[in-house]
């Protein structure tokens, strides 16, 4: 089970200190939110933030595009350092080739769905990709609350990759102690949590806390 902390709800004017908190939390992903202001209705950071964000830490840079046309920054976030790129299965024409544009640059291959977004989207594509994010809120925001339908998607995702042990299911959006455990009872392993660390001021605890309440529940 890995927890992910985004940097969304951090303090951007002291992101080293930040990230150095959650990596002391013992957090092993670092989940990078990377928005235009077109594909979804805000705007953060790009590929020279994720430069330098590579300087200060050893964690994994799990960066998440949230950008319309994806392809045509996939080189740019890979030299910058980025370790796996999700790009949206809606903001891609062709996302076959995105998929195999992100490995041939390097990092690990993602795909995202948005919560109207029915599984079959990626379905096609699992075999490229080493994780699924399924969204639990509409991407732009941190802070919403989590939408529980979405992770009924989760059990036909893992069915559809039996046996692929090494796929990632990853929940992104209004993930705390309360929601997790019905993602992982879905099956996801990997999930992401913006307010629920970094709106905490014990990150340490904060990560606990998320991995106790889901500490019981059997996973793949
Ligand atoms: C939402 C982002 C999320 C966000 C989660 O568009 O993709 O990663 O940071 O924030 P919380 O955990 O606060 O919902
Ligand atoms: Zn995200």
């Not at 928005?35 to 209705?41: E, K, L, N, R, T």
């Not at 998440?64 to 891609?92: K, N, Q, S, W």
């Not at 599984?119 to 490229?128: H, K, Q």
């Not at 996801?188 to 307010?195: F, K």
Request: aromatic letters at 4%; one cysteine or more.
């Amino acid at each position: 089970m890995i927890v992910a902390p985004s940097i969304l709800a951090a303090d951007f004017a002291r992101l080293a200190a930040e990230i150095e908190s959650v990596e002391a939390a013992g957090a092993k992903w670092l989940h990078v939110d990377v928005m235009d202001g077109h594909f979804v209705p805000n705007i953060t950071l790009g590929p020279p933030v994720v430069e330098s964000l590579r300087r200060v830490t050893k964690m994994l840079l799990d960066v998440h595009l949230m950008i319309a046309e994806p392809g045509r920054y996939v080189r740019a976030f890979a030299e910058a350092g980025a370790d796996r790129i999700t790009v949206h299965a809606e903001a891609c024409t062709h996302l076959h080739r995105t998929i195999q544009e992100i490995r041939a640059a390097g990092p690990k291959a993602g795909v995202a769905v948005n919560p109207a977004t029915p599984p079959e989207a990626v379905r096609w594509v699992l075999d490229g990709v080493d994780l699924v994010l399924v969204m639990t809120v509409n991407p732009g925001f941190g802070g919403q609350a989590f939408i529980p339908g979405t992770v009924q998607k989760i059990p036909r995702l893992r069915q559809w990759a039996a046996g692929r042990k090494d796929l990632h299911i990853e929940v992104d959006g209004g993930i705390d102690p309360g929601t997790a455990p019905a993602a992982v009872a879905a099956g996801a392993d990997v999930l992401v949590a913006g307010s629920a660390v970094f709106g905490k001021a014990d990150r340490k605890k904060a990560v606990a806390d998320i991995l106790r309440a889901v500490a019981h529940i059997s996973t793949v």
